[in-house]
């Protein structure tokens, strides 16, 4: 899907686990996450639905999400955690480790 | 999944262009729980399909004859899933059966075990106001029931059924006669999770921040025993695994007398449902629906 982005340095220690320039967690299982938890919504068009989930895209490029919310860490684990609006929670479903890496594949996202 | 020792201990996924260039094909390893030959359908509660949707049990449209007449419930199969059209028409085709042993402990799938005309039960449920509710209190109304989780991830799913819910409610609100011949109910099979608040806070996300809507539209859970009951009597099916709940997709329409009018099971419009539904507020007399 997207590319890591940055330095081999940086993917690598991304891809390990490893806490990187945006935090800690590893992307690529985030990647995985995102395929498998986020893209059906996020990725795709669903005319049936009341409000088309946004783009994530520079996510964190911005300084704040699409909610209007700071574009932090800690706003984004709440919003995968609790749900937002239409968007479901990933309470119990995701772990911690999962949500960490998750957040670290959004920062890839440009 | 442990009982499906026969498996293939890892899922091969491939994605290709597909022959009209806009087709995924992935691989869909799973228990098949219910086969509609009518309808050309069978229900597969199966595992993560990487890159497509977490484990889950849905209804698949199957494009494969012979595996059509062979597939029995309980079976374990693996077959090709193929996603067209951005994902919104999906079907199975190369059905491979790879464990039979499960025919033995299938149970008989019931659908719909009230009948039309039959009345709903009296079981108690608790809305986002936490107020105790029956299906009874809305005597003098028609309505249309559906039931979801909010946790529920897949747009296709609970998120598609709340909207539509919400278009329903939308266009009645602009008839004040029918709007108050017609009441919208959402149950949710998570009493866990799905408490009072959480189900208020989702609720107002559907009735776009007006409160007032939950006097048309109610949003409600029942403990676990009570849910098994209405689910018993609507035919649903449901069951938890890993904090997600797979269920059939079903909508439920009550006459003004409380008594079952119509089923619709995965197939369905928004604009089928709201002229049944307008169409019941102005009539008392059951009638058995086109896909009842």
Sequence with gaps: MKG?????????CLAAGTCGLAGC???DHGEE??????AACHETSNPDLKKQPPKLEGLFRAKTLPSGAPATDEQVRNTIIEGL?????????LSVTDVNDLIQYLHTLK | MKWWTVMASSMLVAITGGCGGQEKHYTLQGQVLAKDEA????TVKHEDIPGLMPAMTMPYRVKDPFGMKEVQPGDAIVADLIAANGGKDYWLQSIRITDESGRKTAKPHIRHALKIGDPAPEVPFTNQDGKQLHF???????VLITFIYTRCPMPEFCPRLSSQFAKIHEDLVQTPADYDKTHLLTLSFDSKYDTAPVLRKYGLAYLDDHP?????WDFASADPADMRQIADAFGL??????NQISHSMDIVLLTPEGKIAQYWSNEWTTAELESSLRQQAKSSIGHRGPKG
């Design chain 2, 136 to 142: 009874s209190d809305f005597k003098g109304k028609s």
């Design chain 2, 237 to 242: 099916d449901y069951f938890e695994e890993d």
């Design chain 1, 33 to 38: 996450l995102y395929d498998l938890h986020c």
């Design chain 2, 212 to 216: 007032e809507g939950f006097s048309h």
């Design chain 1, 4 to 12: 890591l982005a940055g330095s081999t340095a940086i993917a690598f």
């Design chain 1, 85 to 93: 609006r239409t968007m479901p929670a990933f309470q119990g479903r």
């Design chain 2, 39 to 42: 309808a050309g359908k069978i």
């Design chain 1, 25 to 27: 967690g590893s992307a």
